[in-house]
Protein backbone atom coordinates (compact mmCIF):
# COMPACT_ATOMS: atom_id res chain seq x y z
CA UNK A 1 0.00 0.00 0.00
CA UNK A 2 1.51 3.44 -0.89
CA UNK A 3 1.65 6.71 1.46
CA UNK A 4 -0.69 8.05 0.31
CA UNK A 5 -3.52 5.26 -0.25
CA UNK A 6 -2.81 4.43 3.34
CA UNK A 7 -3.63 8.21 4.49
CA UNK A 8 -7.18 8.17 2.09
CA UNK A 9 -7.30 5.08 4.57
CA UNK A 10 -6.99 6.70 7.86
CA UNK A 11 -8.80 9.45 6.40
CA UNK A 12 -11.92 7.39 5.39
CA UNK A 13 -11.35 4.49 8.51
CA UNK A 14 -14.90 4.00 10.59
CA UNK A 15 -13.86 3.25 14.05
CA UNK A 16 -16.13 1.50 16.34
CA UNK A 17 -17.44 3.74 19.47
CA UNK A 18 -18.60 3.43 23.40
CA UNK A 19 -19.72 6.28 25.12
CA UNK A 20 -17.89 6.31 28.50
CA UNK A 21 -18.31 9.34 30.70
CA UNK A 22 -15.64 9.75 32.67
CA UNK A 23 -16.65 9.05 36.83
CA UNK A 24 -15.22 12.39 37.62
CA UNK A 25 -17.42 14.11 35.40
CA UNK A 26 -20.59 12.80 37.43
CA UNK A 27 -19.05 13.87 40.61
CA UNK A 28 -18.38 17.87 39.30
CA UNK A 29 -22.26 17.24 37.35
CA UNK A 30 -23.15 16.21 41.04
CA UNK A 31 -21.28 19.14 42.84
CA UNK A 32 -22.39 21.72 40.66
CA UNK A 33 -26.50 20.76 40.70
CA UNK A 34 -25.60 20.85 44.77
CA UNK A 35 -24.11 24.28 44.26
CA UNK A 36 -26.77 26.09 42.47
CA UNK A 37 -27.29 29.38 43.31
CA UNK A 38 -30.87 29.78 42.21
CA UNK A 39 -33.07 32.85 41.56
CA UNK A 40 -36.15 34.66 42.66
CA UNK A 41 -39.01 34.28 41.33
CA UNK A 42 -42.43 36.50 40.80
CA UNK A 43 -45.51 34.47 42.04
CA UNK A 44 -48.41 33.40 39.86
CA UNK A 45 -46.47 33.50 36.45
CA UNK A 46 -46.62 29.90 35.98
CA UNK A 47 -44.55 29.00 32.33
CA UNK A 48 -45.48 32.31 31.31
CA UNK A 49 -41.69 33.86 31.93
CA UNK A 50 -39.81 30.75 31.30
CA UNK A 51 -39.48 27.42 33.15
CA UNK A 52 -40.93 27.88 36.79
CA UNK A 53 -38.64 27.73 39.88
CA UNK A 54 -40.13 25.20 42.11
CA UNK A 55 -40.44 22.47 39.13
CA UNK A 56 -37.12 22.86 37.95
CA UNK A 57 -35.71 22.47 41.54
CA UNK A 58 -37.12 19.61 41.74
CA UNK A 59 -36.32 18.12 38.46
CA UNK A 60 -32.62 18.96 39.05
CA UNK A 61 -32.49 17.67 42.33
CA UNK A 62 -33.67 13.97 40.44
CA UNK A 63 -30.88 14.90 37.80
CA UNK A 64 -28.53 14.95 40.73
CA UNK A 65 -29.69 12.02 43.28
CA UNK A 66 -32.22 9.71 41.31
CA UNK A 67 -31.19 10.09 38.14
CA UNK A 68 -28.86 6.73 36.70
CA UNK A 69 -26.89 8.13 33.99
CA UNK A 70 -24.73 4.77 33.76
CA UNK A 71 -27.97 2.80 33.28
CA UNK A 72 -28.70 4.82 30.19
CA UNK A 73 -24.90 5.40 28.70
CA UNK A 74 -25.32 1.45 28.94
CA UNK A 75 -28.94 1.50 26.87
CA UNK A 76 -27.01 3.41 24.41
CA UNK A 77 -23.81 1.44 24.35
CA UNK A 78 -26.21 -1.41 23.30
CA UNK A 79 -26.36 0.09 19.78
CA UNK A 80 -23.48 -0.56 17.32
CA UNK A 81 -21.73 2.91 17.39
CA UNK A 82 -19.38 4.91 15.49
CA UNK A 83 -17.23 7.62 14.39
CA UNK A 84 -15.73 8.49 10.80
CA UNK A 85 -13.91 11.97 9.77
CA UNK A 86 -16.00 13.95 7.02
CA UNK A 87 -14.74 17.15 5.61
CA UNK A 88 -12.37 17.28 8.66
CA UNK A 89 -15.10 16.69 10.92
CA UNK A 90 -15.56 14.01 13.03
CA UNK A 91 -19.55 12.53 12.79
CA UNK A 92 -20.43 9.97 15.48
CA UNK A 93 -23.32 7.84 14.93
CA UNK A 94 -25.46 4.69 15.30
CA UNK A 95 -25.70 2.19 12.49
CA UNK A 96 -27.89 -1.03 13.41
CA UNK A 97 -28.79 -3.02 10.36
CA UNK A 98 -31.88 -5.00 9.97
CA UNK A 99 -31.97 -9.00 9.81
CA UNK A 100 -33.80 -8.50 7.09
CA UNK A 101 -31.79 -8.98 3.21
CA UNK A 102 -34.31 -6.82 1.36
CA UNK A 103 -34.09 -3.97 4.12
CA UNK A 104 -34.04 -0.55 2.65
CA UNK A 105 -31.21 2.24 3.98
CA UNK A 106 -32.64 5.20 6.01
CA UNK A 107 -30.86 7.66 7.73
CA UNK A 108 -32.88 9.38 10.52
CA UNK A 109 -32.03 13.29 11.39
CA UNK A 110 -32.55 14.74 14.70
CA UNK A 111 -32.79 18.87 15.17
CA UNK A 112 -31.85 20.83 18.25
CA UNK A 113 -32.13 20.58 21.19
CA UNK A 114 -31.65 16.91 20.77
CA UNK A 115 -29.70 13.88 19.39
CA UNK A 116 -29.58 10.46 18.10
CA UNK A 117 -31.05 8.70 21.75
CA UNK A 118 -34.51 10.53 20.32
CA UNK A 119 -34.97 7.73 17.86
CA UNK A 120 -33.89 4.90 20.71
CA UNK A 121 -37.39 3.63 20.97
CA UNK A 122 -38.16 3.04 17.44
CA UNK A 123 -34.99 1.26 16.27
CA UNK A 124 -36.25 -1.84 17.04
CA UNK A 125 -39.86 -2.32 15.35
CA UNK A 126 -37.77 -0.40 11.97
CA UNK A 127 -34.92 -2.44 11.83
CA UNK A 128 -36.97 -6.16 13.12
CA UNK A 129 -40.31 -5.69 12.35
CA UNK A 130 -40.93 -9.41 12.24
CA UNK A 131 -39.89 -9.96 16.05
CA UNK A 132 -42.08 -6.89 16.85
CA UNK A 133 -45.19 -8.84 15.30
CA UNK A 134 -45.21 -6.65 11.82
CA UNK A 135 -43.83 -9.86 9.25
CA UNK A 136 -44.93 -8.07 6.43
CA UNK A 137 -43.93 -4.33 7.40
CA UNK A 138 -40.71 -2.34 5.77
CA UNK A 139 -37.72 -3.41 7.15
CA UNK A 140 -35.00 -0.40 7.87
CA UNK A 141 -31.15 -0.80 8.09
CA UNK A 142 -30.81 2.44 10.37
CA UNK A 143 -28.08 5.21 10.30
CA UNK A 144 -28.55 7.83 13.05
CA UNK A 145 -25.98 10.34 12.90
CA UNK A 146 -25.44 13.81 15.52
CA UNK A 147 -24.98 16.43 14.02
CA UNK A 148 -21.88 18.58 13.37
CA UNK A 149 -21.28 20.41 17.37
CA UNK A 150 -23.95 17.59 18.84
CA UNK A 151 -23.46 15.28 21.47
CA UNK A 152 -20.32 13.12 20.50
CA UNK A 153 -19.40 14.74 16.84
CA UNK A 154 -18.04 17.28 19.41
CA UNK A 155 -15.75 19.28 18.52
CA UNK A 156 -16.99 21.63 15.67
CA UNK A 157 -13.68 21.70 13.52
CA UNK A 158 -14.14 25.44 12.25
CA UNK A 159 -16.88 27.63 11.15
CA UNK A 160 -19.34 26.70 7.82
CA UNK A 161 -21.11 23.46 9.80
CA UNK A 162 -24.00 25.78 10.27
CA UNK A 163 -24.90 25.29 6.72
CA UNK A 164 -27.09 22.72 5.91
CA UNK A 165 -26.29 21.94 2.12
CA UNK A 166 -22.87 20.85 3.46
CA UNK A 167 -24.00 18.76 6.22
CA UNK A 168 -25.79 17.33 3.87
CA UNK A 169 -23.34 17.15 1.73
CA UNK A 170 -21.59 14.86 4.64
CA UNK A 171 -24.31 12.94 5.53
CA UNK A 172 -24.46 11.79 1.99
CA UNK A 173 -21.05 10.61 2.12
CA UNK A 174 -21.62 8.69 5.64
CA UNK A 175 -24.07 6.84 3.74
CA UNK A 176 -21.26 6.12 0.41
CA UNK A 177 -18.64 5.18 2.92
CA UNK A 178 -20.82 2.65 4.38
CA UNK A 179 -21.77 0.85 1.14
CA UNK A 180 -25.32 2.40 0.54
CA UNK A 181 -25.80 3.97 -2.70
CA UNK A 182 -29.32 3.91 -2.54
CA UNK A 183 -30.84 5.22 0.59
CA UNK A 184 -34.32 6.86 2.37
CA UNK A 185 -34.01 10.26 4.80
CA UNK A 186 -36.24 11.43 7.51
CA UNK A 187 -35.40 14.25 9.46
CA UNK A 188 -37.25 17.04 11.95
CA UNK A 189 -36.48 20.39 13.21
CA UNK A 190 -33.04 21.12 11.19
CA UNK A 191 -32.92 17.68 10.10
CA UNK A 192 -35.64 18.33 7.72
CA UNK A 193 -33.99 20.90 6.38
CA UNK A 194 -30.83 18.34 5.96
CA UNK A 195 -33.30 15.82 4.22
CA UNK A 196 -34.65 18.55 1.91
CA UNK A 197 -30.97 19.80 0.87
CA UNK A 198 -30.35 15.96 0.17
CA UNK A 199 -33.24 15.51 -2.30
CA UNK A 200 -31.17 18.67 -4.24
CA UNK A 201 -27.98 17.10 -3.82
CA UNK A 202 -27.70 13.59 -4.12
CA UNK A 203 -31.57 13.09 -5.99
CA UNK A 204 -30.49 10.03 -7.61
CA UNK A 205 -29.60 8.15 -4.54
CA UNK A 206 -32.09 9.15 -2.64
CA UNK A 207 -34.96 6.90 -2.66
CA UNK A 208 -37.30 9.39 -1.00
CA UNK A 209 -37.10 11.87 1.84
CA UNK A 210 -39.69 12.09 4.91
CA UNK A 211 -39.95 15.07 7.27
CA UNK A 212 -42.16 15.57 10.71
CA UNK A 213 -43.43 19.15 11.44
CA UNK A 214 -41.97 21.51 8.82
CA UNK A 215 -43.32 25.31 10.01
CA UNK A 216 -42.95 28.77 8.99
CA UNK A 217 -39.53 29.89 9.71
CA UNK A 218 -39.92 31.66 12.84
CA UNK A 219 -38.85 34.96 12.03
CA UNK A 220 -40.82 35.73 9.25
CA UNK A 221 -44.06 37.50 8.88
CA UNK A 222 -47.19 36.24 11.18
CA UNK A 223 -49.15 34.36 9.04
CA UNK A 224 -52.70 35.56 7.81
CA UNK A 225 -55.70 33.48 9.22
CA UNK A 226 -58.37 34.62 6.21
CA UNK A 227 -59.43 31.62 4.61
CA UNK A 228 -58.20 29.03 6.99
CA UNK A 229 -60.05 25.94 7.76
CA UNK A 230 -60.44 25.65 11.95
CA UNK A 231 -57.29 23.03 12.59
CA UNK A 232 -55.41 25.04 10.46
CA UNK A 233 -56.45 28.70 12.46
CA UNK A 234 -55.59 26.70 15.38
CA UNK A 235 -51.97 26.20 14.09
CA UNK A 236 -51.56 29.30 12.73
CA UNK A 237 -52.26 31.25 15.66
CA UNK A 238 -50.12 28.83 17.63
CA UNK A 239 -47.42 30.52 15.08
CA UNK A 240 -48.10 33.43 15.37
CA UNK A 241 -47.41 32.96 19.40
CA UNK A 242 -44.65 31.77 19.05
CA UNK A 243 -43.60 34.05 16.47
CA UNK A 244 -43.98 36.45 19.35
CA UNK A 245 -43.52 35.09 22.60
CA UNK A 246 -41.00 31.91 21.71
CA UNK A 247 -38.08 32.86 19.69
CA UNK A 248 -35.80 34.43 22.14
CA UNK A 249 -33.56 31.10 22.53
CA UNK A 250 -33.15 31.74 18.91
CA UNK A 251 -32.73 35.65 18.48
CA UNK A 252 -29.69 34.59 21.22
CA UNK A 253 -28.22 31.51 19.85
CA UNK A 254 -28.13 33.05 16.30
CA UNK A 255 -26.75 36.13 17.36
CA UNK A 256 -24.42 35.62 20.83
CA UNK A 257 -23.59 32.33 20.76
CA UNK A 258 -20.52 33.14 22.34
CA UNK A 259 -21.76 35.25 25.66
CA UNK A 260 -25.08 32.38 26.44
CA UNK A 261 -22.38 29.45 25.71
CA UNK A 262 -20.51 30.98 29.15
CA UNK A 263 -24.03 30.17 30.79
CA UNK A 264 -24.51 26.59 29.19
CA UNK A 265 -21.29 25.26 29.63
CA UNK A 266 -20.64 26.49 33.20
CA UNK A 267 -24.08 25.50 34.51
CA UNK A 268 -25.68 22.49 34.67
CA UNK A 269 -29.38 24.29 35.31
CA UNK A 270 -28.82 26.73 32.91
CA UNK A 271 -28.40 24.25 30.55
CA UNK A 272 -31.13 22.06 32.16
CA UNK A 273 -33.44 25.41 32.00
CA UNK A 274 -32.57 25.79 28.75
CA UNK A 275 -33.49 22.19 27.08
CA UNK A 276 -36.50 21.39 29.18
CA UNK A 277 -38.18 25.31 28.60
CA UNK A 278 -38.20 23.79 24.44
CA UNK A 279 -39.90 20.21 25.87
CA UNK A 280 -42.36 22.17 27.55
CA UNK A 281 -43.29 24.53 24.83
CA UNK A 282 -42.63 22.37 21.93
CA UNK A 283 -44.70 18.73 22.97
CA UNK A 284 -47.85 17.97 22.16
CA UNK A 285 -50.05 20.54 23.90
CA UNK A 286 -51.97 18.54 26.11
CA UNK A 287 -49.41 17.79 27.89
CA UNK A 288 -48.73 20.10 30.79
CA UNK A 289 -45.10 18.76 31.54
CA UNK A 290 -42.29 17.95 29.48
CA UNK A 291 -42.68 14.18 31.44
CA UNK A 292 -46.58 13.91 30.74
CA UNK A 293 -45.03 14.16 26.94
CA UNK A 294 -41.56 12.82 27.05
CA UNK A 295 -40.19 10.01 29.62
CA UNK A 296 -38.53 12.26 32.55
CA UNK A 297 -34.94 9.76 32.39
CA UNK A 298 -35.07 10.24 28.30
CA UNK A 299 -35.03 14.13 28.53
CA UNK A 300 -32.29 13.79 31.42
CA UNK A 301 -30.37 11.38 28.84
CA UNK A 302 -30.83 14.28 26.19
CA UNK A 303 -29.36 17.08 28.71
CA UNK A 304 -26.75 15.15 29.98
CA UNK A 305 -25.05 14.75 26.60
CA UNK A 306 -25.34 18.43 26.05
CA UNK A 307 -23.81 19.05 29.51
CA UNK A 308 -20.57 15.95 29.46
CA UNK A 309 -19.76 17.39 25.45
CA UNK A 310 -20.67 21.11 26.07
CA UNK A 311 -22.86 20.88 23.31
CA UNK A 312 -24.68 23.89 24.85
CA UNK A 313 -22.00 26.30 23.06
CA UNK A 314 -21.47 24.45 20.65
CA UNK A 315 -24.96 24.16 19.13
CA UNK A 316 -25.33 28.17 19.52
CA UNK A 317 -22.47 28.59 17.23
CA UNK A 318 -24.72 26.01 14.80
CA UNK A 319 -27.07 27.94 15.01
CA UNK A 320 -25.88 30.82 14.44
CA UNK A 321 -24.10 29.75 11.41
CA UNK A 322 -26.96 28.31 10.23
CA UNK A 323 -28.68 31.84 10.24
CA UNK A 324 -25.73 33.17 8.89
CA UNK A 325 -26.76 31.06 5.66
CA UNK A 326 -30.25 31.81 5.47
CA UNK A 327 -29.82 35.29 5.75
CA UNK A 328 -27.51 35.19 2.55
CA UNK A 329 -30.55 32.38 1.47
CA UNK A 330 -33.35 34.88 1.62
CA UNK A 331 -31.38 38.05 0.45
CA UNK A 332 -31.25 35.91 -2.61
CA UNK A 333 -34.58 34.71 -2.98
CA UNK A 334 -35.83 38.16 -3.03
CA UNK A 335 -33.47 39.17 -5.75
CA UNK A 336 -34.76 36.42 -7.88
CA UNK A 337 -31.54 34.35 -7.88
CA UNK A 338 -30.04 36.29 -10.62
CA UNK A 339 -30.54 36.02 -14.13
CA UNK A 340 -32.59 33.04 -15.93
CA UNK A 341 -32.42 32.22 -19.50
CA UNK A 342 -34.75 30.56 -21.57
CA UNK A 343 -32.48 27.50 -22.80
CA UNK A 344 -31.86 26.39 -19.24
CA UNK A 345 -32.83 22.86 -18.96
CA UNK A 346 -35.64 22.07 -16.30
CA UNK A 347 -34.70 21.04 -13.01
CA UNK A 348 -35.34 17.24 -12.82
CA UNK A 349 -37.83 16.05 -10.44
CA UNK A 350 -36.80 14.54 -7.29
CA UNK A 351 -37.26 11.81 -5.30
CA UNK A 352 -40.55 11.35 -3.73
CA UNK A 353 -41.25 13.00 -0.61
CA UNK A 354 -43.42 12.98 2.92
CA UNK A 355 -44.63 15.02 5.52
CA UNK A 356 -45.72 13.93 8.58
CA UNK A 357 -47.69 16.99 11.06
CA UNK A 358 -48.07 15.97 15.00
CA UNK A 359 -50.18 18.09 17.36
CA UNK A 360 -47.77 20.33 18.18
CA UNK A 361 -46.47 21.88 14.85
CA UNK A 362 -47.04 24.43 12.90
CA UNK A 363 -47.21 22.92 9.79
CA UNK A 364 -50.44 24.22 7.22
CA UNK A 365 -50.42 22.44 3.63
CA UNK A 366 -51.82 25.48 1.82
CA UNK A 367 -48.91 27.84 3.13
CA UNK A 368 -45.98 25.16 3.56
CA UNK A 369 -47.10 22.99 0.07
CA UNK A 370 -49.26 25.28 -1.30
CA UNK A 371 -48.61 24.07 -5.17
CA UNK A 372 -49.13 20.43 -3.32
CA UNK A 373 -44.92 18.77 -4.26
CA UNK A 374 -45.25 16.44 -1.17
CA UNK A 375 -46.78 13.05 -2.90
CA UNK A 376 -47.24 12.70 0.74
CA UNK A 377 -49.11 14.58 4.02
CA UNK A 378 -50.20 13.08 6.88
CA UNK A 379 -51.44 15.48 10.29
CA UNK A 380 -51.93 13.75 13.85
CA UNK A 381 -53.72 14.70 17.02
CA UNK A 382 -50.86 13.92 19.33
CA UNK A 383 -47.32 13.97 19.46
CA UNK A 384 -45.00 17.64 18.70
CA UNK A 385 -41.51 18.71 18.08
CA UNK A 386 -40.33 14.95 18.81
CA UNK A 387 -42.55 12.38 17.88
CA UNK A 388 -40.02 9.47 17.99
CA UNK A 389 -40.12 10.21 21.67
CA UNK A 390 -43.60 11.08 22.28
CA UNK A 391 -45.14 8.94 20.10
CA UNK A 392 -42.77 6.27 18.86
CA UNK A 393 -45.88 4.39 17.30
CA UNK A 394 -47.28 6.78 15.51
CA UNK A 395 -44.01 7.81 13.76
CA UNK A 396 -43.34 3.68 13.10
CA UNK A 397 -46.39 3.32 11.14
CA UNK A 398 -45.77 6.59 9.33
CA UNK A 399 -42.25 5.70 8.24
CA UNK A 400 -43.76 1.98 7.14
CA UNK A 401 -46.36 3.64 5.37
CA UNK A 402 -44.38 6.69 3.18
CA UNK A 403 -41.44 4.49 2.44
CA UNK A 404 -43.12 0.88 2.31
CA UNK A 405 -43.23 1.59 -1.05
CA UNK A 406 -40.41 3.04 -2.05
CA UNK A 407 -37.57 0.72 -3.33
Do not use: C
Amino acid sequence: MTADAATDEVATAITPFRIDVPQQALDDLRARLANTRWPGEPAGNGWSRGVPLDYLRELAEYWRSGFDWRAHEARINTFPQFTTSIDGQTFHFLHVRSPEPDALPLLLTHGWPSGPVEYLDVIGELTDPRAHGAPDARAFHLVIPSLPGFGFSQPVDGPGWGGLFRVAGALDELMRRLGYDRYAAHGSDMGAGIVGMLGMLAPHRLVGSHVAGPGPFPLGPALDLDGLSESDRERAERFNTFREFGTGYLQIQSTRPQTIGYALNDSPVGQLAWITEKFQEWTDPTKALPEDAVDRDRLLTTVSIFWFTGSGAATAHILYEGMQDYRQFAAQAASGWGESTSDAPPAPPGPPSGVAVFAADHSIRSVIDPGGQHSHWAEYDSGGHFPAMETPELLVGELRTFFGPLA
